[in-house]
C-alpha cells in the first residue's frame, strides 16, 4: 500500500500576522513551518519540551509564491521529508488552503542537523528518528 508521505498541519492565520498593506508578514511563514516541525514531532515522536529534539535547525528558506491573506485561512502547511543523511535531514514546505488546495502560497526548506547538546557536536540520526521520517520521504527511499 502506498504511504501519503505528507503530513498536514493546519494552522489559523492570526490578525497579528498581517502587515500594514493586510497580507501576511514574510517572517510569519517562517513560524507556519515552525508549527508544523513541532505539530510533526509531537503527534509522531512524542517530542513535548524543547530537550526532547535531538536536533538543531542549520537552514531555513521560503519561496513566496501568492499573498496570504486573513480571507485564507485556515492553512494547510504540507511538510514532506525530501531527504535523510547521516547527521541531518530535510523538510520541506507547502502551504495550501483546504479552500483551494490547487493554490500554493508558499514553499520551503528546511535543514536538521542531529546535535547532542550536552557534549556540543553533531551525531548521526537516531534510529528511532530514522523509522519515523522514513514513511515521509518525498520518493520513498531510505
Request: hydrophobic content about 35%.
Amino acid at each position: 500500500m502506498e504511504k501519503d508521505r505528507r503530513f498536514v498541519s493546519r494552522q489559523t492565520i492570526r490578525f497579528r500576522d498581517l502587515d500594514g498593506m493586510g497580507h501576511v508578514n514574510n517572517a510569519t511563514y517562517f513560524t507556519y513551518f515552525e508549527e508544523a516541525r513541532k505539530e510533526f514531532c509531537a503527534s509522531l515522536l512524542h517530542y513535548n519540551s524543547p530537550g526532547d529534539f535531538p536536533f538543531i535547525l542549520a537552514s531555513v528558506s521560503c519561496q513566496f509564491r501568492r499573498a496570504l491573506e486573513l480571507a485564507d485561512s485556515p492553512i494547510e502547511v504540507v511538510l514532506r521529508v525530501a531527504e535523510i543523511g547521516r547527521k541531518s535531514f530535510t523538510f520541506t514546505y507547502e502551504i495550501t488552503t483546504p479552500n483551494d488546495p490547487v493554490v500554493i502560497f508558499a514553499t520551503g526548506e528546511s535543514i536538521q542537523v542531529c546535535y547532542d547538546y550536552q557534549n556540543g557536536k553533531t551525531i548521526e540520526i537516531p534510529t528511532a528518528l530514522r523509522t519515523v521520517l522514513e514513511p515521509y520521504l518525498v520518493d520513498g527511499s531510505g
